[in-house]
């Protein structure tokens, strides 16, 4: 069509513009809900794993963070596939074998609340605890304990291995004690004289 005096170019709409600051406001929004759902490593479901000296993983399983107010519960779920079974001075062990070394899971025998919050992971650390023993020894010793202790580091959860004498535990707390291991207890380890000196969660 030909556009002239009678036959007018019709006027092109004109979308409405929003204001920069309502732009800037929503963008920056999205992005801080998008990195806080994404960052916030107490929340969602993570990976657990042992980190050998060269770095390969071994897995653990599965942990399930809930938000609960101020802090989050969270849920256990261990590859159990990884886990051979055995029986040590007169105790059942689930245990990951290495070539040299196997790492025995130790079950926290009394009261744990589950909770963990940013500065206290106390309760998940309590529910990592393990006992190394030589793969050709013939019982285990309770002195050869292993404690993670774990801090938050960007997305992950990273432990450290300290060394405690598991007969700490050996007796039941007072009453109201939810700590049971004081920092006496534990003990800086040479990372390099063990099998899985590191654990992350991510």
């Known amino acids: 069509m030909l556009y002239g005096a009678q036959n007018p170019r019709p006027k092109e709409e004109k979308m409405p513009r929003l204001p920069l600051k309502s732009l800037l406001c929503a963008g920056l929004f999205s992005l801080g809900f998008a990195s806080a759902s994404q960052a916030d490593p107490l929340v969602g479901e993570k990976d657990i794993y042992l980190l050998e000296q060269s770095g390969e993983r071994q897995s653990l399983g599965k942990i399930n963070f809930v938000p609960d107010g101020q802090k989050s519960r969270y849920t256990l779920i261990w590859n159990d596939e990884k886990f051979a079974d055995h029986f040590f001075s007169m105790r059942p062990f689930k245990c990951l074998e290495g070539s040299e070394k196997y790492w025995c899971q130790v079950p926290y025998p009394y009261v744990n609340q589950h909770h963990v919050q940013s500065g206290d992971l106390t309760d998940l650390e309590y529910d990592l605890l393990f006992l190394w023993k030589g793969a050709t020894d013939y019982g285990i010793n309770m002195w050869n304990g292993v404690y993670y202790r774990l801090e938050i580091s960007g997305e992950q959860i990273v432990g450290t291995l300290y060394e405690m004498d ?29 099998w899985l000196p590191r654990l992350v969660i991510e």
């Not at 598991?166 to 063990?194: N, T």
């Open 166 to 194: 598991m007969d700490v535990l050996s007796a039941p707390p007072s009453q109201g004690e939810m700590r049971p291991v004081g920092p006496d207890d534990l003990h800086e380890a040479d990372a390099a004289s063990h």
